[in-house]
């Protein structure tokens, strides 16, 4: 079983940024997968979170409206829509199988928000 998000970067406030989650060794619709994310100092935190099958995604209140998941069920993908992006949005984002307490983590794609 392997996570892997891609696609941080470095942009400016109110910036746009799709983030991806590739699963590999079992199929990502069969399974809650969540996005969390980790600020220098600060404990990593949930972003959101989407179950198996056609669930609906559920969000930090600090991203909710801004962020938005989504799912390719054909390429196993899972997609972070990061809309009217934040200073404090700045901060490693990580996949995870699993909402509350993931069994497995994806490597961290880092995402830096910069005026």
């Known amino acids: 079983v392997q996570l892997q998000a891609s696609g941080g970067g470095l942009v400016q406030p109110g910036d746009s940024l799709r983030l991806t989650c590739a699963a590999s060794g079992f199929t990502l619709d069969d399974y809650a997968i969540g996005w969390f994310r980790q600020a220098p100092g600060k404990e990593r935190e949930g972003v959101g979170c989407?179950?198996?099958?056609?669930?609906?995604?559920g969000y930090a209140d600090s991203v909710n409206g801004r962020f938005t998941i989504s799912k390719d069920k054909a390429k196993n993908l899972l997609y972070l829509q990061m809309n009217s992006l934040k200073l404090e949005d700045t901060a490693v984002y990580f996949c995870?199988?699993?909402?509350?307490?993931?069994?497995?983590w994806g490597q961290g794609t880092q995402v830096t928000v910069s005026s």
């Open positions: 995870g199988r699993g909402c509350g307490e993931p069994d497995y």
């Open positions: 989407i179950g198996s099958r056609d669930a609906v995604p």
